[in-house]
């Protein structure tokens, strides 16, 4: 063998072994030693990102009642194939409960198989399996948010906005132009997002015509990107942007900034989540609103449903919205309060 097979297979077998180590045996049911395996779908999504740490805080917490927290993490990069891999190789790391943020939301049977197979309970988040797939087992959860409120709030926040700030109908006709920014094609929080905040400027009685649209993956960059050409497209016409999520609509701030647009030129800017960068940009005024999707909430849920399914105690005390499912509500963003949610984020 050469040098560099040797070692290659030397660095192949350490991290077997750091994996194997890294949750030790299998523990029984009933333990409190939880081993939480997180796979997701991508390590470039910022919402994601910061709901993660929310979790490894919270699972954390876990650890003042008497219990042994040891969170996996890992990234799928955008492939389903990668992420049943991860999955497998999550439980042969004696991982005794999972959450999983499939890559893609049709397609967890695969996943559901393994980890029943090895009886480790699933808490599936952010991106919803269907109703179909959720009955597969009994130990599968799901957590989440009310994808259509959070659509509604940003169309209510554009109302608002409309209505006191005439200034916004730039060309003055009585009609708002506009163009959207679309996360990724079939993911429920894109397609309902984008309906429900159409259909609440609509019921509102605000005149609105669609430019265009981009589909961005909620990425910044590409963002920037669908949004340059869409700019060359319709110029100075665009008065109203309504991005899928904070990262898109930042992206498309970022557009028009490399194109040096004076604030007078520019259209509303309107996101949902509430990331840190989102917040800042409230602040700043660049972002005219967002809608904060509870990302601590979230986390909290996952961690009470991990502790439960692993400890074999406390499940009865959960409140379910629907079978094994916890949706946390939205809620408007307003400057002020972003100015004490970043305040309190950032307290020790
Ligand atoms: C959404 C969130 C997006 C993105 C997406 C990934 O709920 O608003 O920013 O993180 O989930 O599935
Ligand atoms: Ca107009």
Sequence with gaps: MSVKRITAA?????????????????????????CAGVAYYNQSDTFLNQLIDSLKEYLHDYEKEGYETTMLIRDAAGSQRTQNDQVKELIDAGCNVLCVNLVDRSDPSEIIDLARDND???????????AEDM??????????????????????????????????????????????????AGHQDAIIRTENVVN????????????SYGIANWNRAQAENRMLQMISQHQSKIELVLANNDDMALGAIDAYEK????ESAL??????????????????????????????????????????????????????????????????????????????????
């Design 135 to 184: 009955l597969q087992w009994d130990r599968l959860y799901y957590v989440g948010a009310a994808a259509e409120q959070s659509g509604i709030m940003q169309g209510e926040l554009a109302v608002e906005l409309i209505r006191s700030r005439p200034q916004t109908d730039r060309n003055r006709d009585g009609k708002i132009q506009y163009v959207v920014l679309e996360g990724e």
């Design 267 to 348: 259209p509303l800017f309107l996101g949902i989540d509430g990331t840190r960068e989102g917040l800042e940009a409230v602040i700043e005024g660049k972002l005219a609103g967002t809608v904060y999707n509870d990302k601590e909430g979230q986390a909290e849920a996952m961690a009470k449903i991990a502790v439960a399914a692993v400890s074999g105690e406390g499940m009865e005390k959960i409140e379910f919205d629907k079978d094994r499912c916890i949706y946390l509500p939205y809620f408007k963003v307003t400057k002020e309060m972003a100015e004490d949610m970043l305040r309190e984020k950032d307290q020790p």
């Design 259 to 262: 194109l040096n647009y004076t």
């Design 200 to 211: 609440t400027l609509k019921s509102n009685e605000i005149e609105i015509e669609k430019l």
């Design 10 to 34: 030397g660095v192949v077998f350490c991290m077997c072994l750091q994996l194997l180590c890294a949750c030790g045996e299998k523990q029984a049911e009933g333990t409190d030693k939880i």
């Design 120 to 130: 480790v309970p699933i808490i599936f988040f952010n991106r919803e399996p269907v």
